[in-house]
Every structure is written in structure tokens, then in C-alpha cells.
């Protein structure tokens, strides 16, 4: 009897993990949405990292293609490549620019968002600070139990801590409601390198 209730407990707690995992991150899409989502500077510089992404790929493919077929031609075709490598240079550097502002575009709903997550987990960890939340079908490696065990009495390497479901749930939920929603950021912002601090240009000395 103690068994099965510390059992149902148990599932209550992973319930009201993942709930309040959900609702998080529906208040953090709904944040960034009024913040940044719905102004005209992110929408014009997500369709302007798509115009030159769909362009890019146009040269790249075209450029493969006049390669293969100017390979009879000798050096004749010399200055047409080298034009169209400045070409290509000018939008991947559009992009990355592009990318790069819309990064920075980001950053005052990212601030917001990361208060409202650090508030529900300092609530969440008095809440259920050394309390077995769920139990995990195998034994972590080491690496990962000492976040999977965080906190928690015992030696039990199966017992998971709300940390560690709360990491997940928050990865998972959020990642997932942002595609359904549209939300997600473009690849080709991620392709293009447009964080705030881009690798050098190996092409620049």
C-alpha cells in the first residue's frame, strides 16, 4: 500500500513537471511573439535571410553546373567564374549580416525569456528539492546522473531529479512548439554563422 501510493506521488510529480514545463514554454513563445515575432524588423529580416538563402543555392547550383560544362573550354571561362565567386562572396555576406542582426533582434525578448525560466526553476527547486520525480528505465552514465541524481537521496542511479526532467521537458517542448508554430528560427541563419560572435572568414587574411 505505502508502495503503490509513493508510486502515484511519484507520477504526480512528473505530471506537474511536464505541465509546468508546457506552460512555460507556451508563456515564453507568447512573450517572444509580442516582443520580437510580430514586428515588421523581424519579419523583414527572416524573409531577407530566405532571399538570399534560396539565392545562394540558385549560384551554388548554377556554378556547379557551368563548372562541369566549361570544362572543355579551357581558360576562357576564367573570368565568368571569377565573377561569379564575387557574387556569391556579396550574398553569403548579405546573409551572414542578415543573420546577424536578427540575432541581435533577439536578444531583448532572450532577456525576458530567461528571467520568466529562471523564476519557474527556482520554484520548481523548492518545490521539489530532494524529491524522487521519476524513475529513468536504465542507469545513466556517469556524466549524465550527476544531473539525473542531482540533489537526491540514495544511491539509486534510476531515481531522476526534477532538474533533469525540467531539462529535458524545457528542450523538447519548447523546440517542438516553435516548429508547429512557425517560430523556429531559419537554417539559414544557423548555416550562415549569424551568431553574435561569428568564426572569422577564413578567406580573410
Known sequence: MASALSSSLRYGDSVSVVAISAATAVLCEAISWLLIYRTATYNSLRASIE????????????????????SAAGSS?????????????R????????????????????????????????????????????????????????????????NDPTDCS????YFLCSMSIRTNLQKLLGFAPPRAAATAGGGLFPMP????N
Open 77 to 89: 571561362s576564367a573570368p565568368p567564374a571569377s565573377s561569379r565567386a564575387k557574387k556569391m562572396d
Open 91 to 154: 550574398v553569403e555576406t548579405s546573409l551572414k549580416d542578415a543573420a546577424r542582426e536578427l540575432s541581435l533582434a533577439k536578444l531583448k525578448s532572450g532577456a525576458v525569456v530567461a528571467a520568466v525560466l529562471f523564476v519557474v526553476f527556482g520554484l520548481l527547486n523548492s518545490l521539489f528539492e530532494g524529491r524522487v520525480v521519476a524513475k529513468l528505465p536504465f542507469a545513466p552514465v556517469p556524466l549524465v546522473q550527476r544531473m539525473s541524481h542531482r540533489g537526491l537521496p540514495g
Open 51 to 70: 532571399r538570399h538563402s534560396r539565392k545562394l543555392d540558385a549560384m551554388k547550383s548554377g556554378s556547379a553546373a557551368g563548372s562541369s560544362s566549361s
Open 201 to 204: 572568414d577564413p578567406k580573410v
Open 162 to 165: 526534477m532538474v533533469f526532467l
